[in-house]
């Protein structure tokens, strides 16, 4: 029952001519928690490139706690992010729910995301494991790290070693942040797997002014990278606007990283 593949052995994963692991520079990863218009995620992707980011993030089948709430555009929604990610140059990252989008999303993205309410779904980490693209594999919010490093093992098992993890903060008895960051997670899982991991402090604290100590914590104890919620306008994002960045929030931050 024990780790076998991911033994703690070094992993570097390609994304586009990037290395991510080992002592590679970090990687940026930002865009907004939504694809929600072809305007919006070009916008956001012409925005970010110009500031400096290497892969652009968009959700375009969201995992919402509410039925009523935005559930993403889907398929159209992967259209725009890829069109987007084309005309900038800049890979994509998007989240994949279930195995009946697996073959579309696998066409499309270049980085595929399994988000934190499905690190469990044993059946899709089976699938998964068939695809060549490079897995994002954010920790279940209420994951020990061993179920994470199983996770993750799930996914190398099957056929692909070509995974970076996310640490997006766990469930804990205090609420005042969104969700608690666990950043020890970080050299952890680092020398227990061999695996990159970065981490999204927009998640992990959903709190917009804990972003930049948070992102600067995150680099210092090794962290290979981070992702970050930025909307052209957070006031009217539809879905997580309040811990989303502007444009130059986001820029003030990316500098001093
Ligand atoms: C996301 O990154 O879009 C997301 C839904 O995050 P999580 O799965 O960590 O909640
Ligand atoms: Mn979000």
């Known amino acids: ?45 012409f925005a970010l490139k110009e500031i400096g980011v290497d892969v652009l993030r968009g959700g375009v089948f969201k995992p919402r706690t509410s039925p ?17 990610g084309e005309a900038t140059g800049l ?17 499309y993205a270049d980085i595929i995301q399994i988000g934190s309410r499905n690190m469990f779904n044993y059946s899709l980490l089976k699938a998964i494991g068939g695809l060549k693209q490079p897995i994002l594999l954010k920790r279940g919010m209420c994951a020990t790290i061993e179920e994470w490093m199983m996770a993750a093992e799930y996914i190398a098992l099957h056929g692909n070693k070509n995974i970076i993890l996310c ?6 008895y205090d609420t005042y942040t969104r969700n608690t960051l666990d950043l020890a997670a970080v050299p952890i899982m680092q020398k227990e797997t061999g695996l990159p991991i970065i981490v999204d402090p927009s998640h992990g604290t959903g709190i917009k002014e804990l972003i930049e100590p948070m992102s600067k914590a995150a680099l210092a104890c090794g962290a290979d990278g981070l992702m970050i919620e930025v909307h052209p306008d957070p006031s009217c994002a539809l879905s997580d606007g309040h811990q989303s960045l502007n444009f130059e929030e986001y820029r003030k931050i990316r500098e001093q990283l």
């Open 91 to 107: 890979p994509i990252v998007t989240e994949l729910m279930d195995e009946g989008h697996m073959e579309i999303v696998g066409e």
């Open 1 to 45: 029952t024990n780790k076998k593949i991911l033994n703690g052995e070094k992993v570097i994963v390609k994304i586009g001519s990037r290395n991510i692991g080992g002592t590679n520079p970090p990687i940026f990863i930002a865009g907004p928690c939504s694809v929600e218009s072809k305007e919006q995620i070009h916008e956001a992707a």
């Open 68 to 84: 009523y709430a935005f559930q993403g555009l889907g398929i159209q929604g992967l259209e725009y992010l890829k069109e987007a």
């Open 167 to 172: 640490e997006r903060g766990i469930r804990s």
